[in-house]
């Protein structure tokens, strides 16, 4: 399928431990060389986005350890190894999303040492005091929100998005017809939002 989409650019706005983050950069990466799309990807924090929410159960232990490897990828951008960060996300995303490792500790460490960064920066998982880098990254990626939506968060034109949330990796084809319709409906000035029902049943490899 041609596209006439090739000067378009997107920023994605991801947190490490997001499935749904996940599963946007890697459709966002099967367009990629499809159409030559610039795709510019940035930190994110959902444990930011939920502090002033009241969660309970599994998600909010689950927002507590969400801390930890943005805290991470936040020491890493402020370091001279900031050009590693999107490597570091796939890496460390592709153990956690794809091959199921949940220790993120673990998963830190073997990613720092798999990009040769160093093994220093894994400290910052229990650092609170880049917490404050994380809440002004994701007040960026959802000032153009009318709320304060999720992971991921699109910026396309001037505009910002919560999602597209996939519950599976659109590949080809179909990757390259989302982003069609994606872009049509980000820069129609009327479009607001549009929400469906979800399917729980992940598919993130």
Known sequence: METNLDHSAVTVYLDPTCPFAWIT????AE???QTGLVVRRELM???V???SR???GWYRDYNERAWRPARVAAALLASPHTEQWTAFYERFGQRRHVGGLRDDQQNIALTLDELRLPAGLADAAEDPSWDADLRTRTKAATAPLADDGGTPIL?????GFFGPVLTAVPRGDAALRLWHAVWTLATTPSFSEIKGARDEHLQTG
Request: net charge negative; proline share 5%.
């Open 31 to 33: 367009v990629e060389p």
């Open 25 to 28: 950069s890697r459709w966002l």
């Open 49 to 51: 986005v939920n502090e």
């Open 45 to 47: 924090s959902l444990s």
């Open 155 to 159: 910026h396309i034109e001037g505009r």
């Open 54 to 56: 009241e969660l309970g």
